[in-house]
């Protein structure tokens, strides 16, 4: 069965340092979303993707953290600098298109502490 | 905007007892309702779902019933298991102002012992 990759899957960095994760869709999925989970609450979207182009990212901190998907296939979040209060996990998801009907399948995501 | 408040936690139960996990939500029109679960280790999977008033999702043994009237769409199961201890989310998606992002509660964690 197809699965969202992401990695990697634990990461461990040291405030003011820069960080990057990875996710790959399930294959032919057109709609990426990167979301963060803080311990102890529900994922949060941070970026929405439709191919290469981004939908929304109303609730991504654009002065340091920032997104792309190229090609419109895999997709990297970066964050720079790093600060404590990034530790969470970061999960990615993908849907066949963008639509009300169309399920999120999610990766494994990433939890990354920052000390 | 949109939200949604589920019964916190920890719930922790027998086995073969009945869960309820409370949700209720906050959306202008007609939101699509979820319930997505999350293994220790994993990413979130879509337990059931449902579109419409009335609706009831159902899987694996889980159960809820889209209630307009009240804005909610508890979870129930009739007889749990140790393999159910996991994270709950219950989660809507809106339709207003073409906005389709999911918003999420904040979980109800939920562990079942032999």
């Known amino acids: 069965e197809a699965e969202v990759a992401q990695s990697p899957r634990y990461k461990i960095t040291e405030k003011s340092q820069a960080v990057a994760f990875w996710c790959d869709p399930i294959?032919?999925?057109?709609?990426l979303y990167w979301y963060r989970q803080i311990l102890g609450q529900g994922p949060e979207l941070l970026v929405q993707?439709?191919?290469?182009?981004?939908?929304?990212d109303s609730q991504l901190p654009k002065d340091r953290f920032s997104a792309e998907r190229l090609k419109g296939v895999d997709s990297t979040l970066k964050i720079q600098p790093a600060e404590l209060g990034d530790s969470a996990m970061y999960l990615c998801?993908?849907?066949?298109?963008?639509?009300?009907?169309?399920?999120?399948?999610f990766g494994p995501g990433t939890r990354l502490t920052v000390t | 905007g949109d939200s949604v408040t589920q019964m916190e936690g920890p719930v922790t139960l027998s086995e073969e007892a009945f869960l309820t996990i409370n949700c209720t939500y906050t959306?202008?029109?007609?939101?699509?309702l979820f319930w997505y679960v999350q293994y220790p280790g994993e990413g979130l999977q879509l337990l059931l779902k449902?579109?419409?008033?009335?609706d009831k999702g159902s899987n694996k043994g889980f159960e809820a019933t889209y209630r307009k009237e009240t804005t909610s769409f508890h979870l129930e199961k009739g007889s749990v298991q140790v393999s159910d201890s996991a994270v709950y989310f219950c989660?809507?998606?809106?339709?207003?102002?073409?906005?389709?992002?999911?918003?999420f509660g904040k979980g109800t964690k939920l562990t079942v012992n032999p």
């Open positions: 998801a993908s849907s066949f298109v963008w639509g009300p009907v169309y399920e999120q399948y």
């Open positions: 989660a809507l998606r809106g339709t207003q102002g073409g906005s389709e992002k999911l918003v």
């Open positions: 294959s032919g999925h057109a709609t």
């Open positions: 449902a579109t419409k008033a009335d």
């Open positions: 959306a202008t029109g007609y939101p699509s």
């Open positions: 993707f439709q191919d290469e182009s981004v939908v929304d």
